[in-house]
């Protein structure tokens, strides 16, 4: 794996760190070094596979220096008994930002309306065109009330959006409960994805929850891009059954389908929801907290759900 920002080496310094991304050949340092492995800190998206585990076979922790952890065979690790942990709680505030920044600056047109001033346009052709859409009026839905959903919410309730949302099973918030992503997609006007990647939630967004969102409708992912159906969303966009979407995430990162870079009415960004030195020093910092909890006291202080339910368990 890429060594992520620089944070995790430094936040590891009093551990014995194979560093394999900088290995030439990291098939032979995995056989050199695998035994002595006892936790593997995965920094960016990286597939930790059944296959690698079965490298490692002194491997008890899977830390994963995101939130998202779609990338961990997690069934494969359980079935190992290697307990697997993510970020929890680190980065839910930038994401929430981003989700806000995105949402601006699609239904603003914030980023053409610069172009404009920077081309000089302002001066020869006049004021930027005002925009179709506004904030104004508009009901925001999560789909997702996790962490990072919670804060999209409070977000929305200082801008004056009413807020409701859909998940598997209801939560205990004040926002209105919609049961199913088709049904939520209809009630609002602003639909952000922000649930977790992975098998279950493939394509949750498709074709039939993009036109219950409508003509008038804006979907902001900063999730994982393998919610969205992204032909689907392609093809509502173009042909206006949706209004305009801002993406921070995609299904095959970090290429972005020709189509997509092609309409205007998309705001797209590099997958940059946490990109920020505070915000990954932190995420690094609690990968680093965990391995070195789990190393000293065979203890996790952020277990991914799957972990946490066998946790409580025993
Ligand atoms: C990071 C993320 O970009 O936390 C997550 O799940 O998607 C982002 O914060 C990702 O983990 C890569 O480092």
Redesign the pocket.
């Known amino acids: 794996p890429a060594p992520?920002?620089g944070f995790l080496v430094p936040a590891c310094a009093d551990l014995r760190v194979l560093r394999l991304w900088e290995e030439p050949d990291p098939e032979e340092a995995l056989a050199r070094y695998g035994a002595g492995i006892r936790a593997l800190a995965n920094?960016?998206?990286h597939p930790v596979t059944a296959d690698l585990m079965d490298r490692l076979p002194n491997l008890g922790l899977i830390a994963?220096?995101?939130?998202?952890?779609d990338s961990v065979d997690v069934e494969a690790a359980v079935r190992r008994g290697v307990l697997v942990t993510?970020?929890a709680g680190?980065?839910d505030e930038?994401?929430a930002d981003t989700a806000f920044g995105l949402l601006l600056m699609t239904v603003r047109q914030l980023a053409r309306a610069e172009a404009h001033l920077r081309s000089g346009r302002w001066a020869t052709d006049g004021p930027y065109p005002l925009t179709a859409m506004s904030l104004r009026g508009r009901t925001l839905g999560v789909l997702g009330m996790g962490k990072i959903g919670r804060a999209v919410a409070r977000r929305a309730e200082a801008f004056g959006m009413p807020v409701a949302y859909h998940t598997r099973t209801r939560r205990d918030v004040p926002y209105r409960y919609l049961p199913g992503p088709a049904e939520l997609a209809a009630a609002v006007d602003v639909l952000v994805v922000a649930i977790p990647g992975g098998a279950a939630t493939r394509h949750l967004v498709d074709a039939a929850v993009l036109q219950a969102l409508g003509p008038d409708g804006v979907l902001v992912n900063v999730a994982?891009g393998s919610v969205v159906d992204e032909p689907a969303l392609v093809s509502a966009l173009r042909s206006g059954t949706l209004g305009a979407a801002g993406l921070d995430?995609f299904e095959d990162e970090p290429n972005v389908p020709p189509e997509l870079l092609a309409l205007d009415n998309a705001v797209l960004l590099p997958?940059?929801?946490?990109?920020t030195v505070p915000?990954?020093r932190a995420?690094a910092e609690l990968a680093a907290s965990n391995i070195r909890a789990w190393l000293e006291r065979h203890e996790v202080l952020t277990p991914v759900a799957e972990v946490a339910e066998l946790l409580n368990r025993d």
């Open positions: 992520g920002d920094p960016g998206e994963q220096v995101g939130v998202g952890y993510n970020v680190s980065n930038e994401v994982r995430v997958h940059v929801g946490s990109a915000t990954r995420m």
